[in-house]
């Protein structure tokens, strides 16, 4: 028995040495039609389904809406393998796929406020 609860351990620690995963994050300014994209939950859903993006999030009262259209400011963290940079990613993978989501006319990407 005590070998194959050896056997299990090792097999569920077994890692790759070579991988390695970076977590980042971005804050986006949002600007959605109401009459494109549909409600706001399905933009950032839309948002959530790019190769990457782990979680998108609003910020605390930064959400509001008119009559045509839903603002809000977003939270957007990612992933980055080994060897992919920041800006390779921002440049090659999420501004390529924000310009792609259809209601989502303008974004922006906004300074995060520093940490306490």
Not at 6 to 27: H, T
Not at 30 to 53: A, M, Q, S, W, Y
Request: with cysteine.
């Amino acid at each position: 028995m005590k070998l194959i609860l050896e056997s299990w351990y090792n097999f569920i620690n077994e890692a790759d040495p070579g991988y390695e995963q970076r977590a980042s994050e971005v804050r986006l300014e949002i600007k959605v039609d109401k009459n494109l994209g549909g409600n706001i939950e399905e933009t950032l859903n839309e948002i959530r389904r790019i190769p990457g993006v782990t979680r998108v999030s609003t910020v605390p009262d930064s959400s509001h809406s008119d009559e045509n259209f839903h603002y809000a400011i977003q939270n957007c963290k990612y992933v980055l393998l080994k060897s992919e940079s920041h800006d390779t990613f921002i440049n090659n993978v999420l501004i390529p796929h924000l310009n792609k989501i259809k209601g989502l006319v303008r974004w922006k990407f906004k300074r995060s406020p520093a940490k306490k």
